[in-house]
């Protein structure tokens, strides 16, 4: 029996370490990843952020054996962009109030519930939170990307997008199955990741 704990808890550590620094972001350098996909630019983003957290996606359908985005039809936002950043800013920036947040990241966006006795409005978590679905630019700020942590304060560079996938002509939308009022969700094409901090 111990043996078997002492196996779960290695394989537990594998799985952590796995998806900590070797899950692969897809970047716009990488052979193929446009292949299904436009990604227009448009307004500047940018700023200093608190990372509150970050979650990974993946295609919504599985397959049983998987290959390369440039072979097959591969449509699906998370071979573009796998990954989305919860940021925070304004009093967010600070550990001392975001933790009295509790924050879901799903649908490529996220709901929070403000923890009682906090003083916190809804509408000022709204103004200083942001789900940003992460376009990397170049396999640099993909390796950035993944080793971002929760709590690191970084500085932010790029472009809002707009991403089509070509084939069907649709236009990917984040945060649409939240309900009204929304959060501040976007595609954001990613340019250049500073630390600031952590």
């Not at 600070?94 to 809804?122: N, T, V």
């Amino acid at each position: 029996m111990k043996q078997l704990l002492w196996a779960l808890a290695a394989l537990t550590a594998l799985i952590w370490g796995w998806k900590e620094y070797f899950r692969e972001i897809p970047h716009l350098e990488q052979p193929g990843v446009l292949k299904n996909f436009q990604v227009e630019e448009r307004d500047d983003f940018s700023g200093n952020f608190t990372v509150l957290d970050k979650r990974f996606y993946g295609p919504a359908r599985r397959v049983l054996y998987a290959t390369s985005p440039w072979v097959g039809a591969f449509n699906d936002l998370a071979y573009l962009s796998n990954m989305d950043v919860l940021l925070g800013q304004g009093r967010l920036a600070s550990a001392s109030i975001y933790r009295q947040i509790d924050f879901d990241q799903h649908s490529r966006c996220y709901e929070f519930k403000i923890q009682p006795q906090s003083g916190l409005q809804a509408d000022t978590v709204r103004a200083d939170s942001m789900n940003i679905s992460v376009i990397a630019a170049n396999e640099r700020i993909a390796k950035q990307l993944r080793q971002l942590k929760t709590g690191q304060q970084v500085q932010l560079q790029g472009k809002y997008a707009h991403v089509m996938q070509l084939k069907a002509q649709q236009h990917f939308a984040v945060g649409m199955n939240i309900p009204r009022p929304r959060p501040q969700c976007a595609i954001v094409k990613i340019t250049s990741i500073q630390k600031l901090s952590g």
